[in-house]
């Protein structure tokens, strides 16, 4: 049985959602602790695909799936395979629509066992370009920025659409946190537009804002300033609210967070749902944040250690 496999995981923005599609750099994390990984088997038959919300063959996938479909349609035809004859199995721990990457993750995992299935060694640009094939299906604009992340082993420095691997020689702990709401991105970047359009002198600035943010919070990162990392973290957060991304749910995420000690929190991804980040010093920190979280209405929590690369 001729077999592919390809992986990629989760991610979080530490700065720079929606300016990034503006042309602010960004900065975003890894979430190698929740990964997804596809198995691609030639097998007689049709084209088929097996993952949680569906399975069946891939030409009559719900709507759900239309951004994963174009991404396999697209890549075998790029590697030249056949439509058909292939099974193909999507596993991951990654919760759809909560601005953690999923949707590049999963069309990244795809690509990498397509390509594998063909004994095809794509290219950075390939991969990307393949990748995009489904993030424009699902949120029209994509910067790229969750194509990279999704497939970086390292922090990203994101700007103009290149990705650069970020040395952080920090300690913290990220909490991050679902507020069971489902993140709407495509709708979240069209309000960014609309803001934009009509309140263009205040959307210029917040755009400006949150990319001095990223700057910033990178020399934080690089230079092991976490309290300041978290304050610029806070600051984000209000101009992502102005800019009307963040929603009431987020906010009590975000307050609770910081009444329980967070140095910094925000919300993370594509917002209007979806998860909210916030910084701890430590693991006792994150413990006391982690259950402020759930108290005010988090339905799940993870951790991801940022260190410094020696510590991983
Ligand atoms: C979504 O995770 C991040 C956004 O900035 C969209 C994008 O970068 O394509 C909201």
Request: hydrophobic letters at 45%; glycine letters at 16%.
């Given at each position: 049985l001729r077999t592919g496999r390809g992986k990629a995981h989760a991610k979080v923005i530490l700065f720079g959602e929606h300016a990034v599609v503006h042309g602010e750099p960004a900065v975003a994390l890894p979430l190698a602790e929740l990964p997804v990984r596809v198995t691609a088997e030639a097998v007689p038959g049709p084209l088929t695909i097996a993952s949680t919300p569906y399975t069946g063959v891939l030409h009559e996938v719900p709507e759900l799936l239309d951004a994963p479909r174009a991404v396999v349609l697209a890549t075998l035809d790029?590697?030249?395979?056949?439509?058909?004859?292939?099974?193909?199995?999507?596993?991951?721990d990654v919760p759809p629509a909560r601005g953690l990457g999923s949707s590049a993750a999963v069309a990244g995992a795809l690509v990498r066992a397509?390509?594998?299935?063909?004994?095809?060694?794509?290219?950075?640009?390939?991969?990307?370009?393949?990748?995009?094939?489904?993030?424009?299906?699902?949120?029209?604009?994509?910067?790229?920025?969750?194509?990279?992340?999704?497939a970086a082993a390292e922090p990203v420095w994101?700007?103009?659409?290149?990705?650069?691997?970020?040395?952080?020689?920090?300690?913290?702990?990220?909490?991050?946190?679902?507020?069971?709401?489902?993140?709407?991105?495509?709708?979240?970047?069209?309000?960014?537009r609309t803001f934009l359009e009509r309140r263009p002198m205040r959307g210029a600035a917040l755009m400006t804002g949150l990319g001095a943010l990223a700057?910033?919070?990178?020399?934080?990162?690089?230079?092991?300033?976490?309290?300041?990392?978290?304050?610029?973290?806070?600051?984000?957060?209000?101009?992502?609210?102005?800019?009307?991304?963040?929603s009431p749910e987020l906010d009590r995420l975000?307050?609770?967070?910081?009444?329980?000690?967070?140095?910094?929190?925000?919300?993370?991804?594509?917002?209007?749902?979806?998860?909210?980040?916030?910084?701890?010093?430590?693991?006792?920190?994150?413990?006391?944040?982690?259950?402020?979280l759930r108290e005010a209405g988090a339905i799940g929590t993870w951790r991801h250690r940022i260190g410094p690369e020696e510590d991983r």
């Open positions: 790029h590697v030249g395979l056949p439509h058909e004859g292939i099974r193909i199995m999507v596993e991951g397509l390509a594998d299935l063909a004994g095809r060694d794509l290219t950075e640009a390939e991969y990307l370009d393949l990748v995009a094939v489904g993030e424009r299906v699902a949120h029209g604009s994509p910067s790229g920025l969750d194509a990279a992340a999704t994101f700007e103009a659409g290149v990705a650069r691997r970020l040395a952080t020689r920090m300690s913290g702990v990220l909490v991050v946190a679902d507020s069971g709401v489902k993140g709407r991105t495509r709708h979240a970047v069209a309000s960014v700057q910033g919070g990178a020399l934080d990162l690089t230079g092991d300033r976490p309290e300041a990392l978290g304050e610029k973290m806070t600051q984000a957060q209000g101009m992502l609210r102005e800019l009307g991304v963040s975000v307050d609770a967070a910081l009444a329980a000690g967070a140095l910094g929190a925000k919300l993370t991804g594509g917002g209007q749902g979806g998860c909210i980040i916030a910084l701890a010093a430590d693991d006792a920190a994150a413990d006391r944040i982690d259950l402020a």
